[in-house]
């Protein structure tokens, strides 16, 4: 695999002198599902922006397939498609013919069997000859997607694709997403929903006030960062976490019937062997075990707040 | 070259024209109608011949010049402003297409329309006059130059214009003064003298002259001036759009 996108030390400051990207490296590999995750204003947006030609970067470099997003524009920006955060749209336009448009500004001929499909795709088919302004909002974010989709780009950006959408669209979205990655096309999509970077990415990238905080490999993060909580239910409640075991990370829930031990599965050990020997040394009779990763939510945040 | 891109442009730009037929070709016809059932025959009755040209036929090419300078800027302008407001813009500046092409996507859209629309009047004008037309291809010239122009003001009044407002206002508050001011109803040798050399400094009144020497032979500042009064013109809206793309003026953050 290789960097399909490299972003070098990228800067943007708006006119009104506001650093929303401070300095930005990150590469993008081919084919891969990139999760950009961050708060509002975190600078996801302009991230994307910069790479697409619509921001002009204060300082700092992009390529995308090995050609500079300024000096190769048009040969990076062929292989990009954009599906924007808000939906623009132009009112008036027939879906069919609008998304169309966007082929031809691309540089590409028509070719209906792939409008079809497209279209098909997205259950968009019945709505072709519909005016944009008669559908919904869900509709026109489908007709987003099929513009971005239409010149057949080679790396995808999803701005919040999921934003305020119902559960049909999503799922629809996430079955084109799956056809995409199956032909290679390397995806990058932000979001504030953090189950779906969990669900579909294969890296996830953090970003808050305009710097990237990490980048990594789905599974090593939560691996990594991800504590394990065992819940011990006990027989007979206790009043308070006995003093044997006080050198344990332990807490007391349940009126005193569950015992939480939180421990880091970086560790070498995990000490749950000695904890559930001087358990039994304490005289605690045990009723059952469970154990539960915490979430990427959990990470997310307090990676945010280590950095805020 | 990206055609395609530049053709989806106009094709665009085109559906919008057709969608309103009838306000982008009935009213223009409709108004010059009325031009000339109030000028030529209520006024023009008693306004002799202009240098052996009946006043119907004088005013011809100044109506032709009025409503197509409008129109290609209003085209123009909106053509750009639009997808700026709404913020569909975005297409157009992560597609592969150059600023050359996007400007010859909206701006050549809008010159078409302006052409069209100007050659609309001309028919409708062989209704009401007799008129000959000496020097055909520089007639073509001169409206094309001249719808070239103006829509690329009018791209340029697109990007500038933050509010319909502005949008509005300009053409209203500039250009059509010196639309009217330009000598399109009259030669400027009916003014008294201090208003013939304040009038020279109208660029309009170039348009209108070369446009009616095309016609009937006969203007009131010299052809060559006339040309190089447009080509001037011409090549500075294109320095001012060139400045735009290579900083992004109200196009890019
Ligand atoms: N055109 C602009 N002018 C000034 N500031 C802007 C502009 N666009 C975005 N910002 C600011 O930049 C920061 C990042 O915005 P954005 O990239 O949209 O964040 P995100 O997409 O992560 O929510 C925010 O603080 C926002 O207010
Ligand atoms: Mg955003």
Redesign the pocket.
Known sequence: MSAIVQIKDVR?A???G?E??KGVNLDIEEGEILALL????????????TICGI?NPTSGSITVGGHDVVEGYREARKLIGLVP?DINLQPLEFVMNNVNFSRGLFGKPRNDALTEEVLRDLSLWDKRNNRINELSGGMKRRVLIAKALIHEPRVLFL??PTAGVDVELRKDMWAVVERLRKDGVTIIL?THYIEEAEAIADRIGV?NK?EILLVEEKEALMQRLGRKEMRIELAEGVERVPGALSGYDLSLEGNGHTLVYSYDTRGERTGITSLLKDMQAAGLVLRDVQTSQSSLEEIFVSLVKENA | MNWYGIIAIWRFEMARFFRSLVQSIVSPVLSTSLYFVVFGAAIGSRIDQIEGVSYGAFIVPGLIMLTVLQQSLQNASFGIYFPKFIGTIFEVLSAPLSAFEIVAGYVGAAALKGLMIGLIILATSFFFVDITIQHPVWMVAFLVLTCISFALLGFILGIWAKTFEQLNLVPLLVVTPLVFLGGSFYSISMLPPFWQTVSLFNPVLYLVSGFRWSFFGMSDVPVAASLAAITIFTLACFAVVWWIFRTGYRLK?
């Open positions: 943007k708006y006119d009104d506001f929303a990207l961050g708060p509002n204003g975190a600078g996801k947006t302009t991230l994307i922006s921001v955060q701005d919040e932000t970003i305009g | 953050a």
